[in-house]
């Protein structure tokens, strides 16, 4: 079964850049597109990245998204971290019957 | 503007059926399949299942086929996830979103909250 592993949570200085890690097992995570989804309490989630590094149109370009295939992991970075950005954010990608998985989240805590 | 408005919080029974909605608009509603995803309290998102409203085509996660049927009526442009017999367990916040080419969500409902008690 394909998986998606994240840290539990990662917190970083406002201004600094945080790096958010997204980690495949059971399979390949080069063979789906990745997307990265923000949920702030009490909200829906949004979309901050999609098709592993597009940026939805109003997502600032301090969001950028990568995949690496020797580590067989995505990765989510936030430069310029400003408080507003404290979030839970999800990695997402399908497996190889085009079924959809979720990793399990990662809270950002900007202190 | 796209937009998915989904139906209003839901109190049920155990045993009791439910159907819930996520009506589209701002976009062609048959072009774009439809996902459900459930977050249960404090807990991460899951994946449940899509459908396309134009063929009713629907690809569940084997998490949730035959627990939930998921449908759509294109003439509305609405989708629907509903349950026959529901469980505590099914206490949730249950989201629908509009899933891109690439498979990605991009637009989000705000959310529909099922609280089953009895």
């Known amino acids: 079964n394909f998986m998606l592993t994240q840290p539990r949570s990662v917190s970083e200085s406002p201004g600094k850049t945080v790096t958010i890690s997204c980690t495949g097992s059971g399979g390949s995570i080069a063979s789906n597109y990745v997307q990265w989804y923000q949920q702030r309490p009490g909200n829906a989630p949004t979309t901050v990245i999609y098709?592993?590094?597009?940026?939805p149109s109003g997502v600032p370009d301090r969001f950028s998204g990568s995949i690496d295939s020797s580590s067989n992991s995505a990765s989510l970075t936030i430069s310029g971290l400003k408080t507003e950005d404290e979030a839970d954010y999800y990695c997402?990608?399908?497996?190889?019957?085009?079924?959809?998985?979720f990793g399990g989240g990662t809270k950002l805590t900007v202190l | 503007e796209v937009q998915l408005v989904q139906s209003g919080a839901e109190v049920k029974k155990p045993g009791e059926s439910l159907k819930i909605s996520c009506k589209g608009s701002g976009y062609s509603f048959s072009n774009f399949w439809i996902g459900w995803v459930r977050q249960m309290p404090g807990k991460g998102l899951e994946w449940m299942g899509i459908i396309s409203p134009g063929d009713s085509d629907t690809r569940y996660s084997p998490s949730f086929q035959g627990q939930v049927t998921i449908s759509a009526d294109k003439s509305i442009t609405t989708a629907y996830l509903q349950w026959s017999s529901l469980k505590a367990s099914d206490t949730a916040m249950y989201y629908c979103?509009?899933?891109?080419?690439?498979?990605?969500?991009?637009?989000w409902g705000q959310g529909t909250l099922v609280t089953v008690s009895s």
């Open positions: 098709d592993d590094y597009r940026r």
């Open positions: 979103a509009r899933v891109l080419q690439g498979n990605g969500f991009d637009y």
């Open positions: 997402q990608s399908y497996d190889s019957n085009n079924r959809g998985v």
